[in-house]
Structures are given as structure tokens and as C-alpha cells.
């Protein structure tokens, strides 16, 4: 398994952005799930290498974006919610999107994650 890194968490207020980014490349489908204390860890936003289709949980639509190039992979955060508190991990998968969606046992390569904090 080939490590993932991610950068570009932090905290914010209420209403802010941030933008986090992971260098990946070379996968069929790569995203973002996050964990926060106490709960199972969700898949957040994922986007499909070959056909650039994307899937967002139903709480981020309209607020987050995923977006990649050659390598690097992205996840611009808008209007940051105290609920989007969570520690953040990019992770990637040699299935397709399509197959994998937003499913974490459908990843095999994760990163070490990277703290958002989301102040009210």
C-alpha cells in the first residue's frame, strides 16, 4: 500500500472554508472520509479517476467540492458547520467509484489524516 499524505486542515468559525489536499495519484478512485470521536467513520466525497464523476454524502452537497489533477487531490470546504468537526483521511482505491462509492472497506490506501476543527 502506498501511503497517502494529506495537508490543509485546521480551525475555523462557523461559516468559514478551508481546502485540504492529498498527494494520490495512479488510483481509480480516490476521496475523502472523516471520523469524529464516537462515531464511525464516513465517506465524505469521492471522485472517480476515468470519468471524473464525483459522490458526496448527503450533508456536504452543495458546500463541499471534490476536485483532483495529475496528483494532488482536493476538498474545498465552504460554509464549515461545528458537525463537520472530524479528523479528516484521504484515501484511495483501485476499484472504480462506481463500485466503491462511499464505502471505507472498499479503500486500500489510506492516509495518517489531518484535524478539522469547526468552532460555533
Known amino acids: 500500500q502506498v501511503q497517502l499524505v494529506e495537508s490543509g486542515g485546521g480551525s475555523v468559525q462557523a461559516g468559514g472554508s478551508l481546502r485540504l489536499s492529498c498527494a494520490a495519484s495512479?488510483?481509480?478512485?480516490m476521496g475523502w472520509f472523516r471520523q469524529a470521536p464516537g462515531k464511525e467513520r464516513e465517506g465524505v466525497a469521492v471522485?472517480?479517476?476515468?470519468?471524473?464523476s464525483t459522490y458526496y454524502t448527503d450533508s456536504v452537497k452543495g458546500r463541499f467540492t471534490i476536485s483532483r489533477d495529475k496528483n494532488t487531490l482536493y476538498l474545498q470546504m465552504n460554509s464549515l458547520k461545528p458537525e463537520d468537526t472530524a479528523m479528516y483521511y484521504c484515501?484511495?482505491?483501485?476499484?472504480?467509484?462506481?463500485?466503491?462509492?462511499?464505502?471505507?472497506?472498499?479503500?486500500?490506501?489510506w492516509g495518517q489524516g489531518t484535524q478539522v476543527t469547526v468552532s460555533s
Open positions: 495512479g488510483y481509480a478512485c
Open positions: 471522485i472517480d479517476a476515468g470519468s471524473s
Open positions: 484515501a484511495a482505491s483501485s476499484y472504480g467509484c462506481s463500485r466503491a462509492l462511499l464505502r471505507s472497506t472498499w479503500y486500500n490506501s
